[in-house]
């Protein structure tokens, strides 16, 4: 419980990092675009008022132009000077006083001055109007130099907020850097060598990662990664085991299959023998019995004496006789496998997988079959009737490479069983002779497989044809009727 409350304070303190380095950066950039809006907006404040000023300044500037064309005029021509003139040049005055954009010292109340000085123009004009003008010219000269004092204001003001916003620019470079720095080794690197170690697992490469390098962001994930690794390398080696657990128990299962393979071969062979001593036995009933009666006949005509004795002897040996041929026969008759509904072509791909450990190497063995025929059939005659054939082949080829093909096809509504081989080919007495039990092409062979074969074909209504193909090979060739057809 302690280790799993620390690793989850452990993990909280990451994340809470991340939060406070990613909020951190967007606080900043939200300080600096909101100083650099500040910046802008105090600009344009600050030439809200010299604006003003100048205005305030051309104004008066007008008003003393007006009284030095009245003057000009006065001297020039001795007129009167007209009322709706000062009328106009009062109302001037009266809007400058009560302008808020003054700045000099006393400016209203100069002005105020000069409106009244307006009234008394009748006493003395011209001495009044010069002294109004050099009023208006002072008051003038001492707005100007506010104004001076408002751009040099402005001015200062603008090199401090240029320097503050190429500071915060600068900041936020640096800032945007670092994180483009800390999100390139710290996140980007890191899940880039994940993605290659991602990709060493495909190769089944389970080296753990070294974590002293990780940014603590990414530890929980590498931690995680880690233990995937031990996890997936003990499911390898399970899996190995597993595997090689099952290798040998089809090994076993193999060779179990084979020998019981071998030993129903054996067996038929066997009851192919059986088959024949059943023949010789009948054969002989008949004679034995012939034989039986002569020397009962003579034993009669020949009553009380040596021979006689002799003779029972005899009958006595061919009454056994008799009983043994009959025991064989008895022995020899067997309940014929029952037929089953098959799919040729997966009985025959499951008895190759089994043929190939009997097989040399050296030997090729094609399947060509139809697919989807079915037929009825019974399954471990079938299965040892083109195991034998195939034996044969191979036993024809020997010590050479070749090839057996396994075919089988429906045409004309009989299915057509082959197995061709290209060995040396059928001797020309059994091509001519057809297949007989104990009559072999081969100095090491018995000769029951084919009669196998044989008896298999005849029990279930079918004909073998035996050929020899060109340019070196045999042919065996099953066809079975329509009955055993099925679909």
């Known amino acids: 419980m302690d280790d799993m409350g620390l690793g989850l304070n452990k993990k909280g303190y990451l994340v809470n990092r991340s939060l406070w380095i990613v909020g951190s950066m967007a606080l900043v950039a939200v300080v600096a675009i909101a100083l650099l809006l500040f910046f802008s907006w105090r600009g344009l404040q600050r030439q809200t008022p010299i604006q003003e000023h100048l205005s305030f300044l051309t104004r008066t500037q007008q008003v003393a132009m007006v009284l030095q064309e009245i003057v000009v005029t006065r001297l020039n021509e001795n007129d009167s000077i007209e009322p709706e003139e000062l009328t106009k040049v009062s109302s001037m005055l009266d809007a400058l006083i009560s302008s808020p954009y003054a700045r000099g010292h006393g400016t209203p109340v100069r002005l105020k001055a000069v409106r009244d000085l307006i009234g008394q123009l009748h006493d003395d004009p011209i001495r009044i109007l010069v002294y109004i003008l050099d009023e208006l010219g002072a008051l003038l000269t001492d707005e100007s130099i506010e104004q001076t004092k408002l751009q040099e204001n402005s001015a200062h003001d603008a090199r401090v907020e240029l320097e503050s916003a190429t500071l915060i620019g600068v900041s936020f470079a640096l800032l945007v850097l670092f994180a483009v720095l800390f999100f390139r080794n710290g996140i980007l690197r890191p899940l880039a060598a994940l993605s290659n170690l991602m990709a060493r697992l495909t190769q089944k490469d389970y080296r753990r990662v070294e974590q002293n390098t990780v940014d603590p962001i990414l530890q929980p994930l590498f931690d995680n990664y880690n233990t995937m690794v031990s996890r997936l390398e003990e499911l390898e080696a399970e899996h190995v085991n597993r595997q090689s657990v099952l290798e040998r128990q089809v090994r076993v299962a193999t060779r179990t299959a084979i020998g019981q393979q071998i030993d129903l ?16 036995a009948h054969e002989l009933r008949n004679p034995l019995a012939g034989v039986r009666l002569a020397i009962e006949n003579l034993r009669i005509e020949w009553q009380d004496s040596e021979y006689s004795r002799r003779l029972e002897q005899i009958g006595k040996e061919l009454d056994r006789i008799a009983r043994l041929s009959s025991e064989l026969l008895a022995q020899s008759r067997h309940t014929p496998e029952a037929a089953v509904e098959l799919d040729l072509s997966s009985v025959l791909s499951d008895m190759l997988e089994l043929a190939r450990y009997q097989i040399p190497e050296r030997v090729e063995i094609r399947l060509d079959v139809q697919g989807g025929i079915s037929c009825n059939l ?44 290209d060995g040396p080919g059928f001797s020309a007495i059994m091509i001519e002779k057809g297949v007989r039990a104990f009559v072999t092409g081969r100095e090491e062979g018995t000769g029951l497989g084919l009669a196998m074969v044989r008896r298999f074909v005849h029990d279930n209504g079918g004909e073998l044809r035996l050929k020899n193909v060109a340019p070196h090979g045999a042919s065996v060739t099953i066809e079975f009727g329509v009955g055993v057809l099925r679909g």
């Open 265 to 280: 071969a054996r067996a038929q062979k066997l009851a192919a023998i059986g088959e024949i001593s059943a023949g010789v």
């Open 378 to 421: 019974p399954e471990n005659g079938l299965r040892q009737c083109v195991l034998n054939l195939i034996i044969n082949s191979a036993q024809a080829i020997g010590d050479d490479s070749g090839a057996i093909c396994i075919g089988a096809e429906v045409a004309q509504g009989r299915l057509s069983l082959r197995v061709v081989d």
